[in-house]
């Protein structure tokens, strides 16, 4: 299968310390989604990439968030001076352009202690 | 401004009855809906869409949803419950064009009773 993977599944680290995130979409979709989950609630967008290019960002992005995705392939999502808010469930989608459909991955759980 | 309303938090239906799942939307122009559904420690599995054409659009594991535009609903329903149909179900819209980010709803959890 090859779905949408991300990495780690799972992440525990303490209030202050950085992150990352590794999201690796279906091959050949050009554009990846970054959204959020919090316990109870829908996923949020995050933001998104076509291709290398960041096309759009969320307010929810603050300045200590920052996403990439340098050869238009897999991306990372940094997340420094971690707070307890910040404990989510952190998804990633692929589409490809002309194909209206987002497809998911298993998602990597943060908890920030 | 784009938003999602699931009005039920939990939905239990008997298994091999009739299932609905109810959503309403709000976007401007024309909508593209979705649903997805959520296993336990697991991503968000697309079911099936709403574009164009006709309003009855049928996807994956016999779920079918019905678009009505007069009252800005998408309803999921299947006809006979399963009790591996029990997950967590989000239906989400995005607008046909200049926005490519897609809006849920808080989710309702359906439980199916053997």
């Known amino acids: 299968d090859t779905g949408v993977s991300q990495d780690p599944r799972h992440k525990i680290t303490k209030r202050g310390q950085n992150v990352t995130f590794r999201c690796d979409p279906i091959?050949?979709?050009?554009?990846l989604y970054w959204y959020r989950q919090t316990l109870g609630q829908g996923p949020e967008f995050l933001t998104y990439?076509?291709?290398?290019?960041?096309?759009?960002k969320s307010r929810l992005l603050s300045d200590r968030f920052s996403a990439e995705r340098p050869k238009g392939s897999f991306s990372t999502l940094e997340i420094q001076r971690t707070e307890q808010g910040d404990s989510a469930m952190y998804l990633c989608?692929?589409?490809?352009?002309?194909?209206?459909?987002?497809?998911f991955g298993p998602g990597t759980r943060l908890t920030v202690l | 401004a784009q938003s999602v309303a699931q009005p039920e938090d939990q939905v239990n239906v008997a298994e091999g009855n009739p299932l609905t799942v109810k959503c309403t939307y709000s976007?401007?122009?024309?909508?593209?809906l979705f649903w997805y559904v959520q296993y336990p420690n697991r991503g968000l599995q697309f079911l099936l869409k709403?574009?164009?054409?006709?309003?009855l659009v049928k996807g994956s594991y016999g779920f079918e949803a019905e678009f009505n535009k007069s009252q800005t609903s998408f309803h999921l329903k299947k006809p006979s419950a399963l009790v591996s149909d029990s997950a967590l179900y989000f239906c989400?819209?995005?607008?046909?064009?200049?926005?490519?980010?897609?809006?849920f709803g808080t989710g309702t959890r359906l439980t199916i009773i053997p």
């Open positions: 989608a692929s589409s490809l352009t002309g194909s209206d459909t987002q497809y």
């Open positions: 989400a819209v995005r607008p046909n064009f200049g926005n490519e980010k897609l809006t």
């Open positions: 990439f076509q291709n290398e290019a960041q096309l759009e």
């Open positions: 091959s050949e979709h050009n554009r």
């Open positions: 709403y574009i164009t054409g006709d309003n």
């Open positions: 976007v401007s122009g024309n909508p593209y």
